[in-house]
């Protein structure tokens, strides 16, 4: 999925643009929509985007200018240009420094999807031939430093403006500005690269002191820190290894100072331990089939209790991994007895799994996915009780700018694995689900003939008039004018 910014002066071009792509490319994701350059840049220190589509005429700054600013600041972010058809010397210019392609306006949305269809094809390949990103940047800047160290911090949710700006206090202190070379935001995380004589481990508690005072600001961090070679090479494994760091404390919520010694000894304290001997395929099965669910809620919530107070630290690979042997186990076990398995694709477990980000929400789906399986071998399937605190929670907040990612986080779940439970459970999807919902609030509105359909539109949570009378139409076969008439 492509993340991407929208940077319009004309606010109607952006709603345009918008509706455009939530309708025929729901795929892409519009992360935010900004009038102004400047904004933009803003915004780019604090979010990570893959595509940003800019005007190239806008009065603070032109799209040439932005540009060229994008692809120095951020090179891995590519830029789209939307221009008229006597812009043809700003397309060049821009195009010059460094724009993807351009989009002549207006743009129709066959246009739109082919050109982010071929920037995405060509995305994977340069992520097939480059494992991490700015390694030529890298080499050219960094690479025969003396003593070079490397640290990596990511916050707990979106690192915002406020967040980077304590960092960067946190980062005045002591005698770190002499050692700092650079500070640099890499997709999710924040890289610290700095010169220093002491082993890593002799630098840590520096570190622990920067994280428990982002802590008392309000802010959980998460650290990893290695040294550097004098290569390119080494330079970018030490990031590697950093990242893996940093995936490893957030998968098991662990906010601390990690460094490659002590991720070394978590990991072999874990080897000699495996799921299997928290959780039994033959126990879950026998419950399964004799359809026991209370029995089978009791076993795993005890074992959930005892995996918590075991004292270990998860590999999330190596738990991922056990985690969908389980499921392949009980899948190929239901099918030996001549039952029907929950679901045969093993690409649609390796993908739900992966997306899991913490050793909690990953038994979390464990537990839901074996209770779904016995509730579908005996016909029974009852909603789980967060798809109904959504319900609620959308029949309170329709007239908000809600997405999925919103609900989702309100019930404490990842917004892809939310997504396809509340169409299981649902036989719609989320969006559909709240479509309905406006509507049938719009219907009442528009029982009062002095309310304009806009009106109305913004009334249940509409940004768009127009992209809201299409809806209607869609479900009510008749337009919102249409309806008032005939009720009022």
């Known amino acids: 999925m492509l993340k991407m910014m929208l940077v319009d002066d004309e606010r109607t071009v952006l709603q345009g643009l918008s509706h455009i792509l939530s309708k025929y490319c729901p795929r892409y994701e519009v992360v935010s929509m900004v009038q102004s350059a400047s904004e933009a840049l803003n ?21 040439i200018e932005l540009t060229k600013k994008i692809r120095t600041l951020y090179p891995r972010t590519e830029v789209i240009v939307l221009s008229g058809y006597d812009d043809f010397e700003f397309v060049r210019q821009t195009m010059k420094n460094g724009a993807y392609d351009y989009l002549l306006k207006p743009c129709n949305y066959q246009s739109i999807l082919d050109l982010l269809l071929k920037l995405e094809e060509d995305l994977l390949k340069l992520d097939a031939s480059v494992a991490t990103p700015g390694k030529k940047e890298w080499h050219d800047t960094y690479a025969g430093y003396d003593n070079l160290k490397i640290a990596v911090v990511s916050t707990q949710g979106s690192a915002d403006s406020n967040f980077s700006e ?85 998968f098991n919520e662990m906010a601390a100072v990690l460094d490659a010694d002590m991720h070394h000894k978590y990991l072999d304290r874990h080897k000699a331990q495996d799921l299997s001997q928290y959780v039994s395929c033959e126990t879950i099965m026998k419950y399964v089939m004799s359809g026991d669910h209370e029995k089978l809620q009791h076993y795993l919530e005890i074992n959930w209790n005892l995996l918590c107070r075991s004292d270990l630290y998860w590999d999330p690979k190596q738990l991922k991994n056990a985690t969908l042997k389980l499921c392949i186990y009980l899948e190929h076990q ?12 093993l690409e649609d477990y390796v993908d739900r799994i992966k997306m899991l980000s913490t050793f909690r929400t990953l038994f979390d789906w464990l537990k839901s996915y074996i209770m779904n399986t016995i509730a579908n071998l005996h016909g029974e399937e009852p909603a789980p009780q967060y798809i109904q605190t959504v319900k609620k929670y959308i029949e309170k907040h329709y007239m908000d700018d809600i997405c999925l990612k919103t609900v989702s986080d309100t019930v404490f779940l990842n917004p892809w694995y939310f997504s396809t439970q509340f169409k299981k459970y649902m036989n719609m999807t989320f969006s559909e689900y709240l479509n309905q919902v406006r509507v049938r609030m719009a219907k009442l509105f528009l029982k009062q003939r002095d309310l304009k359909v806009y009106q109305v539109a913004e009334m249940v949570g509409f940004q768009d008039a127009a992209y809201f009378s299409t809806v209607f139409k869609n479900l009510e076969n008749m337009s919102p004018k249409d309806y008032q008439k005939t009720v009022s």
């Open 43 to 63: 915004l780019l220190e604090n979010v990570y985007v893959d595509v940003v589509i800019t005007d190239v005429k806008m009065p603070d700054m032109d799209g």
């Open 334 to 345: 239901l099918k030996d007895n001549g039952l029907k398995p929950l679901s045969g694709e």
């Open 166 to 250: 304590l960092l960067n206090q946190e980062l005045k202190k002591g005698t770190m500005p002499k050692e700092l070379v650079t500070r640099i935001k890499m997709n999710e995380h924040f890289v610290i690269l700095f010169q220093h004589s002491m082993e890593v481990s002799d630098n840590k508690q520096r570190f622990y002191g920067y994280r428990q005072s982002l802590q008392r600001k309000g802010y959980t961090t998460y650290w990893a820190i290695r040294d550097c070679g004098r290569s390119s090479e080494c330079l970018l494994e030490a990031y590697e290894a950093c990242t893996e760091m940093i995936e490893f404390l957030q």
